[in-house]
């Protein structure tokens, strides 16, 4: 068994996710309750905590790398640090690049899925953090078995896949998603080459989204004109 997962996602009507890059707000539509939605909506969902890919991680987090002296050798067997009853920040992190500096992202309890490759002195680092890790294969990339340790270890039931797109490229490849939620607000970014809500990096000619299907469950206007639609992904007919 593994949580429900969905994709929660903000963007552009051109599919791309970099607000910093959308056109501005038109005249009497406030940015900052366009900007709220996104938090807004990921709550009505009760889920027990989000997962975001390595470079997300690494800016949200901006801990520094440390030297542990005489690392002891650890077993590639999930940690569970003190939770404490908080919600999950999962990092996406095979090669072990996130530092934390603490066992927290915001109030959220930070957890990384690595590759068993990692050095003991890396895995070291997180216990002395605090930070909880288990591990998806020996190259990290075995994301089902990840999101069964989540459930099994962790107890999830439901959590939030909130990008970027080549993580969620690597769900939808491995049958991972659950839902969609997609947040379309009223802006363009328009540059060629941008990242979308999916960016799957396969091989040419692969298509991750063999054998699924979308079925649109629900779409709302909310304020300002963003939109929010919500699509199931199914078995696709044969």
């Not at 994301?143 to 439901?158: C, D, Y």
């Not at 939030?160 to 379309?184: K, P, Y």
Request: charged share 25%.
């Amino acid at each position: 068994m593994r949580p429900h997962i969905i994709c929660h996602m903000i963007t552009s009507i051109d599919g791309r996710l970099h607000p910093s890059r959308f056109t501005r707000a038109a005249k009497g539509v406030s940015a900052d309750i366009l900007d709220g939605h996104y938090e807004t909506i990921a709550e009505r969902f009760g889920a027990e905590g989000w997962i975001v890919g390595r470079k997300t991680m690494a800016e949200i987090a901006k801990g520094r790398a440390r030297s542990i002296a005489d690392a002891p050798v650890l077993p590639r067997t999930p940690h569970l640090g003190n939770r404490g009853g908080r919600k999950l920040a999962i990092a996406i992190d095979p090669s072990g690049r996130v530092h934390y500096g603490r066992d927290s992202i915001g109030e959220d309890h930070a957890v990384a899925v690595l590759g068993e490759q990692v050095s003991d002195a890396y895995l070291a680092e997180l216990r002395a953090d605090g930070v909880s890790y288990l591990f998806a294969g020996p190259d990290g990339h075995d994301l089902p078995r990840a999101m069964e340790q989540l459930a099994s270890v962790f107890g999830v039931k439901k959590i939030l896949l909130e990008g970027g797109g080549t993580i969620n490229g690597a769900f939808l490849r491995h049958r991972l998603i659950d839902e969609f939620s997609t947040l379309i607000s009223p802006a363009v970014d328009g540059m060629a080459g941008s990242d979308s809500i999916v960016d799957y990096r396969g091989p040419e000619g692969e298509r991750p989204g063999t054998g699924q299907a979308l079925r649109l469950t629900a779409c709302e206007v909310l304020e300002g004109g963003m939109v929010w639609l919500r699509h199931r992904v199914e078995t696709a007919p044969v």
